[in-house]
């Protein structure tokens, strides 16, 4: 158990729809990153928030947000769902001081999103 | 374009031999590498992870290394056993202020008893 949870675990929903995934990091850590794994691929950067703050942004389509709460959990809404959005949705989180820190990134179990 | 790749799939190996597992990056900013281990429904696992000062990090039965000129690097497993039959994940970053990862597509390892 690396102390991140997730949810739901699994999602199905329709194309057009919203969801929203939740997640909450290890106590202690500010950072939470947001990935996605498509099928056969490896996982991609989403999103990073460091204590309430966005912090760095990967390949993430304009209709996905994140937002970090100050009790430091973090939701990823996904609207205006299409058919390759389908994929697992991974959380992680670390402490992550910043700077010439790197720290290891604790994953949570996933949401798998499918979308009919 | 695939910063990190790992060029093959899977592998398979006896159990107690050597299983070693590769990984290529092409951006020279990258400072820090890491493995992940995960299982069928659950999140990557970390593994060990090596700094890009060093060249060699060894953890049980668990030692990477790394080649800088050649932008290369190894995740060895000794010896091998069948509860290590899981996907390999390698990552990379460039520390400073985020520390995101750039992750390969992975390597299946199936260790047969």
């Known amino acids: 158990d690396s102390g991140v949870t997730q949810t739901p675990k699994h999602l199905i929903t329709a194309t057009g729809q919203r969801v929203t995934l939740r997640c909450s990091p290890r106590?202690?850590?500010?950072?939470v990153y947001w990935y996605q794994q498509s099928l056969d691929q490896g996982l991609q950067f989403l999103i990073q928030y460091y204590n309430g703050e966005e912090r760095a942004k990967g390949n993430i389509l304009e209709r996905f947000s994140a937002q970090q709460f100050p009790d430091l959990h973090s939701e990823l809404n996904l609207s205006s769902l299409e058919l390759g959005d389908s994929a697992l949705y991974f959380c992680?989180?670390?402490?992550?001081?910043?700077?010439?820190?790197?720290?290891?990134?604790?994953f949570g179990p996933g949401t798998r999103l499918t979308v009919t | 374009d695939q910063q990190v790749k790992q060029n093959s799939p899977s592998l398979s190996v006896q159990e107690g031999r050597i299983s070693i597992l590769n990984c290529d990056y092409t951006n020279s900013m990258f400072d820090y590498f890491l493995w992940y281990k995960k299982y069928p429904a659950e999140g990557p696992t970390f593994l060990i992870s090596i700094s890009s000062i060093k060249d060699k990090n060894e953890d049980g039965r668990f030692t990477v290394f790394l080649n800088k000129s050649a932008k290369h690097l190894s995740l060895h497993i000794v010896p091998s056993q069948p509860g290590d039959s899981a996907v390999y994940f390698c990552?990379?970053?460039?520390?400073?202020?985020?520390?995101?990862?750039?992750f390969g597509t992975g390597t299946l390892l199936a260790v047969q008893p």
């Open positions: 992680a989180s670390s402490y992550n001081p910043g700077g010439q820190v790197v720290d290891e990134q604790y």
């Open positions: 106590s202690g850590d500010l950072s």
């Open positions: 990552a990379a970053s460039n520390g400073g202020a985020t520390n995101k990862l750039i």
